[in-house]
């Protein structure tokens, strides 16, 4: 079983920053990859960014150049997200992947205001 536990959401105005963090139970390095994921009202859940067991990283079209995942190469997942708009708005979600089984988190609110 993988635990995961999300903080640092809340509200911010938009062009603020927020860092998100992802503490997991084991360590990354057992996991295949880390992701986060976000799901706005009415709206189906999206990826946000990924990063893999190599440092490899994706992310949303919609969010590259301002958000950046990153992990303390020990238990941890970060997204710094910069610039937010309102849009950015969700419940943002980490996931993990190990052995083709997914775990996620219970979620954090990130709210933007305009």
């Known amino acids: 079983q993988v635990q995961l536990v999300e903080t640092g959401g809340g509200l911010v105005q938009a062009g603020g920053s927020l860092r998100l963090s992802c503490a997991a139970s084991v360590s990354i390095f057992t996991l295949n990859a880390m992701g986060w994921y976000r799901q706005a009202p009415g709206k189906q859940r999206e990826l946000v960014a990924v990063?893999?067991?190599?440092?490899?990283t994706n992310y949303a079209d919609s969010v590259k150049g301002r958000f950046t995942i990153s992990s303390d190469n020990a238990k941890t997942v970060y997204l710094q997200m910069n610039s937010l708009k309102p849009e950015d708005t969700a419940v943002y979600y980490c996931?993990?992947?190990?052995?083709?089984?997914?775990?996620w988190g219970q979620g954090t609110q990130v709210t933007v205001s305009s």
């Open positions: 996931k993990a992947r190990r052995s083709l089984r997914d775990y």
């Open positions: 990063i893999s067991l190599g440092g490899n």
